[in-house]
């Protein structure tokens, strides 16, 4: 007879990292450190911003944490290209300084969030786990008031169904089709934890109970079409 305590829990898939640094020593230090975080994996690494674009695409990271200031091709270059393969990762940029331009593009793109390179490593994982959980996290007091401004600015339209980021709305028209939350994670090819941190979002911003509750807020938004 099995021991009821000898059962192990299930553990969660870990998060796919793929950072993209001009710094070699920052790159290796990162790796050291994620090596003895739980649950966090790092898939790659490189300095460059074209060999990030591939290694996003054969490494299928999560998340990627990206120097705006990369070699041959910058973050916000290589973000855009990401986000025209199959698999689009979430971005969490760094820079060197607060600048408001670089700020705006980068949430623009795409970015969950924007940190200075002097940050902590305490903070740098604290924003990974805000991003995989589907929240955004820039650095600073007034840190989420100013990631909504920014957000509402690259917006073409202020309505209702902009509430959604454009990988929970895909995630919304695979649901509303009848795919199950672990089939919609086959084709977005995210991981299924990433897609259930996506679904939970999305019921918590539409104040939905269920998948009919995303099918009503698709057709009323126009997300999905009759």
Same mark, same amino acid.
């Given at each position: 007879?099995? +021991?009821?305590?000898?059962?192990?829990?299930?553990?969660?898939?870990?998060?796919?990292?793929?950072?993209?640094?001009?710094?070699?020593?920052?790159?290796?230090?990162?790796?050291?450190?994620?090596?003895?975080?739980? &649950?966090?994996?790092?898939?790659?690494?490189? +300095?460059?911003?074209?060999?990030?674009?591939?290694?996003?695409?054969?490494?299928?990271?999560?998340?990627?944490?990206?120097?705006?200031?990369?070699?041959?091709?910058?973050?916000?270059?290589?973000?855009?290209?990401?986000?025209?393969?199959?698999?689009?990762?979430?971005?969490?940029?760094?820079?060197?300084?607060?600048?408001?331009?670089?700020?705006?593009?980068?949430?623009?793109?795409?970015?969950?969030?924007?940190?200075?390179?002097?940050?902590?490593?305490?903070?740098?994982?604290?924003?990974?786990?805000?991003?995989?959980? &589907?929240?955004?996290?820039?650095? &600073?007091?007034?840190?989420?008031?100013?990631?909504?401004?920014?957000?509402?600015?690259?917006?073409?339209? +202020?309505?209702? &169904?902009?509430?959604?980021?454009?990988?929970?709305?895909?995630?919304?028209?695979?649901?509303?089709?009848?795919?199950?939350?672990?089939?919609?994670?086959?084709?977005?090819?995210?991981?299924?934890?990433?897609?259930?941190?996506?679904?939970?979002?999305?019921?918590?911003?539409?104040?939905?109970?269920?998948?009919?509750?995303?099918?009503?807020?698709?057709?009323?938004?126009?997300?999905?079409?009759?």
């Amino acid at each position: 007879m099995t +021991n009821s305590f000898d059962i192990q829990p299930t553990r969660l898939p870990d998060i796919k990292v793929l950072i993209a640094d001009d710094r070699k020593l920052f790159r290796q230090g990162l790796i050291s450190l994620f090596a003895t975080e739980l &649950g966090i994996l790092v898939v790659g690494d490189t +300095n460059d911003g074209i060999e990030a674009v591939r290694l996003a695409s054969s490494k299928k990271p999560d998340i990627v944490i990206m120097n705006i200031n990369l070699d041959t091709l910058d973050g916000i270059g290589a973000a855009n290209r990401m986000r025209k393969a199959s698999h689009t990762p979430e971005f969490i940029f760094t820079a060197s300084h607060h600048n408001e331009l670089l700020m705006k593009e980068a949430f623009a793109v795409g970015g969950r969030a924007y940190l200075l390179q002097n940050c902590d490593f305490k903070e740098l994982v604290f924003a990974i786990r805000k991003v995989a959980a &589907g929240d955004y996290y820039l650095t &600073g007091p007034a840190g989420h008031e100013m990631v909504l401004e920014y957000i509402n600015a690259s917006s073409p339209e +202020n309505k209702s &169904g902009d509430i959604l980021t454009r990988r929970e709305k895909e995630l919304c028209r695979l649901l509303s089709d009848g795919y199950s939350t672990k089939e919609a994670a086959v084709k977005l090819s995210i991981s299924v934890k990433t897609a259930e941190t996506h679904r939970a979002s999305i019921m918590k911003k539409i104040r939905g109970k269920n998948v009919t509750d995303i099918v009503k807020f698709c057709i009323r938004n126009k997300i999905v079409d009759l």
